[in-house]
Structures are given as structure tokens and as C-alpha cells.
């Protein structure tokens, strides 16, 4: 089975605070994407990643960073954080040209106050 | 106007019952059309995966795809309590790489 782990399922950090999001998938995928998931808003997404050391900008990639060291690791990166990044970060992986089907991990909510 | 529409439910149907869920789209570039269930506090998982149009049948559900009325569908026969989550629709143009548009998904009850 494709796992994807995120490191934590509930966060809570202050504004201001820079706050990593980390992703591991076990099944030697080239595609990993983060999206971030809102009611009545559906999962829109902030960024992805092709290859090692490769990223893309997503649809809403302002006030996010990403990095991509290793192959199986995709990090998201709030740089100043704001309460309006409170949300339910999703990671998911895809094989290279199997990017329709993606995996996703458990999801990490994130509070911030 | 949202490039992909959903209607957010909550619908609740009794056990038994044939479930229809629905979307709409604007860009008829969109090829490829998935759906996936998210139960409460987890991540999205992939029921069924098209392409263009046509039906597939997996079990109990079966996808539909219309291009012509940009809409697609997916029904499940002899609901159970256990396919209470959200749906959510997801589509991606032919050669539009990876990235996959999202409906904004639909609350799924089944009651015993």
C-alpha cells in the first residue's frame, strides 16, 4: 500500500511563528503536492514538486514555501504565519505520469492564534 | 464562476438507497475525472478514476462521465452506513501535468 505520512496531525503555533509541515511517502513517487483543504472552499492547491530540488507554484502559493532535498520528502514552509493560514494541510504523491491518481496522507491541522 | 461546482449536502439517504452525487464544470479541457471519499479527519482516498466519457463500474459504484454537459456523476447502489463521508470530484486536462482541480465536495449520511 502507498503510504504518505505527514509528521503532525494537530498544530498550534503563534503569528509570526515560521512553521515546517513535513511529508514522507514510502513508494518512490516523483509527484508530491501540498494542498491546503477549507469548508466551502474544497482543496486548492499551494504547491508541488516533479523532481528533487524541482517546485511549482500552485494556485495560492502566497506567504508558503516548499523544499524538496530527497525524493521521498516534501516540506511546506510558512514562513510568518497568519491566523488566515489556519487550516487542514494536505500532502499527496503521485507516480511521474500518474498524476491523477494521487495519494494523500492523514492531513495535519493547523491552528494558528 | 468556480471552474468545478459541487453541491456541498449535506444529503442523507436511509440504508439501501441509490446514492447520486454530481458535478459541473466549465473547462472542457478537462480529460480525466476522479472521485474520492474523505471520511471525517482523514485524507482523500481514490474510488474511481475516467477517463473522457462514458461509465465504469466498480461493486456498488459506478462513475459517469458526460462531456458534452459538462457533468459527471457517481452513483452508489445499496448505500451503507459505512459510505458516510465526503465525496469529492476532481479533474485534470489532458497534458496539465499533475494538478488536479478540485469540487469542494459533498457531505454524504447514510442512516440506519
Known amino acids: 500500500d502507498v503510504k504518505v505520512t505527514q509528521s503532525s496531525r494537530y498544530l498550534v503555533k503563534r503569528t509570526g511563528e515560521k512553521v515546517f509541515l513535513e511529508c514522507v511517502q514510502d513508494?518512490?513517487?516523483?509527484?508530491m503536492f501540498w494542498y491546503r483543504q477549507d469548508p466551502g472552499l474544497g482543496l486548492r492547491l499551494i504547491y508541488f514538486s516533479y523532481d528533487v530540488k524541482m517546485k511549482e507554484k500552485g494556485d495560492i502559493p502566497e506567504g508558503y514555501s516548499v523544499s524538496r532535498e530527497k525524493k521521498e520528502r516534501f516540506s511546506l514552509i510558512l514562513e510568518s504565519a497568519s491566523t488566515n493560514q489556519t487550516s487542514m494541510y494536505l500532502c499527496?504523491?503521485?507516480?511521474?505520469?500518474?498524476?491523477?491518481?494521487?495519494?494523500f496522507g492523514q492531513g495535519t491541522r493547523l491552528t494558528v492564534v | 464562476q468556480k471552474e468545478v461546482e459541487q453541491d456541498p449536502g449535506p444529503l442523507s439517504v436511509p440504508e439501501g438507497a441509490i446514492v447520486s452525487l454530481n458535478c459541473t464544470y466549465s473547462?472542457?479541457?478537462?480529460?480525466?475525472f476522479m472521485w474520492y471519499r474523505q471520511y471525517s479527519r482523514k485524507g482523500p482516498e481514490l474510488l474511481m478514476y475516467?477517463?473522457?466519457?462514458g461509465n465504469k463500474e466498480d461493486g456498488r459504484f459506478t462513475a459517469q462521465v458526460d462531456k458534452s454537459s459538462k457533468y459527471i456523476s457517481l452513483f452508489i447502489r445499496d448505500s451503507q452506513p459505512s459510505d458516510s463521508a465526503t465525496y469529492l470530484c476532481a479533474m485534470s486536462e489532458t497534458g496539465g501535468g499533475n494538478k488536479l482541480t478540485f469540487g469542494t465536495g459533498t457531505q454524504l449520511k447514510v442512516e440506519l
Open positions: 513508494m518512490d513517487h516523483e509527484n
Open positions: 475516467t477517463y473522457s466519457s
Open positions: 499527496a504523491s503521485s507516480p511521474r505520469g500518474g498524476g491523477r491518481i494521487a495519494f
Open positions: 473547462n472542457s479541457a478537462f480529460q480525466y
